[in-house]
T-cell receptor, first 115, second 112 residues
């Protein structure tokens, strides 16, 4: 079945450091890939997505490229800020029965950015 | 900006008791979901709901669970007889016909 493996945290960085959170997936067909972020006390928010191979999703300085050859969708940001402190979830939406389009998530990676 | 809301934010209950978790999806959305996250584990799909019926459910979603859309705005998850292992954060989500799901802030359920 479909699955997502995500780099375990926690990750602690200093402000302006480079961030990479690794995400790999297993899926049949051509899934859509997502990064969701959860700020303290809030729900899961879509950060970015990519729907086909070689697509790059980007938002708020974060980027991730859909790599079919390595089945990966790593999240990167060149210079993190304290306000980026949150939990980041990688997810995929595969081809599902019944058209429910459920999401399959990774475990989440907690990022703390120190000033 | 419209958002998904969930109540309560925290719920503590005794094993064997019934709980109802409530969600108000975004008003023009058509597809509704419940997910849960046991502490330290992955966010897991429970059930999806469309056109007033369940469209898919996971093996976690056994006879102890039910969902309902009792009116035009609420979407509820009922656990009939809670177990210790039901302790988790429960997330509601909704979407239009487009694929992006919008999530609520979650309800943290603790079963004692």
């Amino acid at each position: 079945g479909n699955s997502v493996t995500q780099m375990e945290g926690p990750v602690t960085l200093s402000e302006e450091a480079f961030l990479t959170i690794n995400c790999t997936y297993t899926a049949t067909g051509y899934p859509s890939l997502f990064w969701y972020v959860q700020y303290p006390g809030e729900g899961l928010q879509l950060l970015l997505k990519a729907t086909k191979a070689d697509d790059k999703g980007s938002n708020k300085g974060f980027e991730a490229t859909y790599r079919k050859e390595t089945t990966s969708f790593h999240l990167e940001k060149g210079s993190v800020q304290v306000s980026d402190s949150a939990v980041y979830f990688c997810a995929l939406r595969g081809v599902t029965q019944g058209g429910s389009e459920k999401l399959v998530f990774g475990k989440g990676t907690k990022l703390t950015v120190n000033p | 900006e419209p958002e998904v809301t969930q109540t309560p934010s925290h719920q503590v209950t005794q094993m064997g008791q019934e709980v109802i978790l409530r969600c108000v999806p975004i008003s023009n959305h058509l597809y509704f979901y419940w997910y849960r996250q046991i502490l330290g584990q992955k966010v897991e799909f429970l059930v999806s709901f469309y056109n007033n019926e369940i469209s898919e459910k996971s093996e976690i979603f056994d006879d102890q669970f039910s969902v309902e859309r009792p009116d035009g705005s609420n979407f509820t998850l009922k656990i009939r007889s809670t177990k210790l292992e039901d302790s988790a954060m429960y997330f509601c989500a909704s979407r239009t016909s487009r694929e992006t799901q919008y999530f609520g802030p979650g309800t943290r359920l603790l079963v004692l």
